[in-house]
């Protein structure tokens, strides 16, 4: 899981002293761990959707493809289980004015997040473990409690988040938090968006990274069934959510139009508030003009209320202490998500329409070329989504009760932190990627004695009742 925190780098001053290096840290760490924990909801679903496919058809190539991703996902909650263990501290020691004022009222979220991910963890050794020494649908089932615990322990740290957006659901009085309600504090009003938000994004990235592994094996030449299917798999339920990810991603930006209208203004290039507002796509804005950009006359009042007389607010409606910085980057951030949103909703699309027609995917070389890199389009809109969420909220770290300067640590060692970290965090993640190709080269190979490989499930223990499958 996620402390879905802040990512901007530029936000504070650089006399505030370690604020800089402290939110380079923060952006760090969850740049890396955002992607794992994407993997952690969502992956889950992908494996019990393979087995349920294996057991209900008696599908031999689904099952193996559930055992073999089972293997992945031990390795991936692993590492994800360490970085998310940095986060934890990181935000005592990072941010310890945030903590000390408003730790009371986080306490609850990050202890039901708590709660779940212990739970995702003892049944993901269940399930790993019980590989051949549970029945089918007995192991089918132990599986279940991970996808659902993964879900639960994002809503509850996206709870943060949101509730750092749109604070409320407390009383301070003299600077100290007197009373707290659970209910509101959990769902907040920004959480109505941003919980759906993040949990569709995992599901796509998931998706359409597994699919883009498959994808770049047809291309090589692997046009066979078990490619066709984990393609399948991991394509098809990240393409259906797809339209619903920009549903919600529509309604969350009208309502950031109301709730923090300057960041709004930052995302749509809006200095002054204003009706029959233009929509920029792209361009950068310099000395306050728009360089490079396409203009769209009255849509972004019409986006904002359906009407091009709707009234947009511009961010010179507050002192320039109070905006946030670097508006060209928050736009152009804004602008890629819903850029590679909107192209692999196309995508799905013409694999829909060519199924329709043909009942087969689209042979051209360009889709499964765009199949290949769909997973890495969709960890570029989550990373932009995210930078345009956390900076776009800027100069506050509780929105309009706490500034990042406020929050931040006073104590020196920062900069020698977040070497180590960046380090470390490269050579965690090349020996990430070194495990799973391992893993991908031994199942290519065929391996007889596939289940030795690190978290592997063993199939082969008789009267376990389970559908064998041959590797």
Same mark, same amino acid.
């Given at each position: 899981?996620?402390?879905?925190?802040?990512?901007?780098?530029? *936000?504070?001053?650089?006399?505030?002293?370690?604020?800089?290096? *402290? =939110?380079?840290?923060?952006?760090?760490?969850?740049?890396?761990?955002i992607i794992l924990a994407c993997l952690g909801i969502a992956l889950p679903t992908f494996v019990l959707l393979a087995e349920y496919i294996g057991l209900r058809r008696?599908?031999?190539? *689904?099952?193996?493809?559930? =055992?073999?991703?089972?293997?992945?996902?031990?390795?991936?909650?692993?590492?994800g289980a360490v970085t998310g263990t940095v986060l934890s501290f990181e935000m005592g020691l990072l941010w310890p004015g945030l903590m000390r004022r408003f730790g009371s009222v986080l306490g609850l979220p990050f202890g039901v997040e708590g709660l779940f991910f212990f739970l995702e963890?003892?049944?993901?050794?269940?399930?790993?473990?019980?590989?051949?020494?549970?029945?089918s649908w007995a192991h089918f089932w132990s599986g279940v409690p991970i996808a659902i615990s993964g879900v639960f322990g994002?809503?509850?740290?996206?709870?943060?988040?949101?509730?750092?957006?749109?604070?409320?659901?407390?009383?301070?009085?003299?600077?100290?938090i007197t009373s707290v309600n659970p209910w509101q504090v959990f769902f907040n009003h920004a959480a109505v968006y941003e919980m759906p938000h993040m949990i569709l994004a995992a599901?796509?990235?998931?998706?359409?990274?597994?699919?883009?592994?498959?994808?770049?094996?047809?291309?090589?030449?692997?046009?066979?069934?078990?490619?066709?299917?984990?393609?399948?798999?991991?394509?098809? &339920?990240?393409?259906?959510?797809?339209?619903?990810?920009?549903?919600v991603g529509d309604t969350a930006a009208r309502a950031i139009a109301h709730d923090q209208p300057i960041k709004f203004a930052a995302m749509e290039y809006v200095p002054q508030t204003s009706t029959h507002v233009p929509e920029?796509?792209?361009?950068?804005?310099?000395?306050?003009?728009?360089?490079?950009?396409?203009?769209?006359?009255?849509?972004?009042?019409?986006?904002?209320?359906?009407?091009?007389?709707?009234?947009?607010?511009g961010w010179e409606s507050v002192p320039a202490t109070q905006r946030p910085p670097a508006v060209w980057l928050i736009h152009l951030c804004f602008d890629v998500m819903v850029g590679l949103g909107s192209l692999l909703l196309l995508v799905g699309l013409w694999a829909a329409y060519t199924w329709w027609r043909k009942r087969k995917l689209p042979p051209q070389r360009l889709f499964w070329l765009l199949g290949a890199v769909s997973g890495l389009a969709a960890i570029v809109a989550m990373e932009a989504g995210w930078v345009v969420t956390e900076l776009g909220r800027q100069p506050w770290v509780v929105y309009q009760l706490q500034t990042t300067a406020d929050a931040a640590t006073r104590n020196g060692g920062v900069v020698t932190t977040l070497s180590l970290i960046i380090v470390g965090y490269a050579v965690l993640g090349v020996a990430t990627i070194r495990v799973l190709r391992?893993?991908?080269?031994?199942?290519?190979?065929?391996?007889?004695?596939?289940?030795?490989?690190?978290?592997?499930?063993? &199939?082969?223990?008789?009267?376990?009742?389970?559908?064998?499958?041959?590797?």
């Open positions: 899981m996620t402390v879905l925190h802040d990512i901007s780098l530029l *936000a504070a001053p650089v006399s505030d002293g370690e604020v800089v290096p *402290a =939110r380079a840290q923060m952006a760090t760490t969850l740049g890396f761990h008696s599908n031999e190539v *689904a099952m193996t493809l559930a =055992r073999r991703w089972s293997q992945a996902m031990g390795v991936l909650v692993a590492v963890a003892v049944f993901t050794a269940i399930y790993l473990y019980g590989w051949g020494r549970l029945r994002a809503m509850s740290v996206v709870a943060v988040n949101s509730w750092m957006n749109q604070p409320g659901g407390f009383k301070e009085v003299d600077g100290r599901y796509m990235v998931t998706g359409f990274l597994v699919a883009g592994v498959y994808a770049a094996g047809i291309l090589r030449g692997r046009r066979n069934a078990y490619h066709y299917a984990g393609f399948a798999l991991g394509f098809v &339920p990240a393409a259906i959510l797809t339209p619903f990810q920009i549903f920029w796509l792209g361009g950068v804005y310099i000395n306050g003009h728009v360089y490079g950009g396409i203009r769209i006359p009255d849509m972004d009042s019409i986006l904002v209320g359906f009407s091009p007389g709707t009234r947009v607010v391992m893993l991908s080269a031994r199942w290519r190979r065929g391996d007889a004695d596939e289940v030795g490989v690190p978290y592997g499930p063993t &199939p082969d223990v008789p009267n376990s009742g389970e559908t064998r499958v041959g590797v």
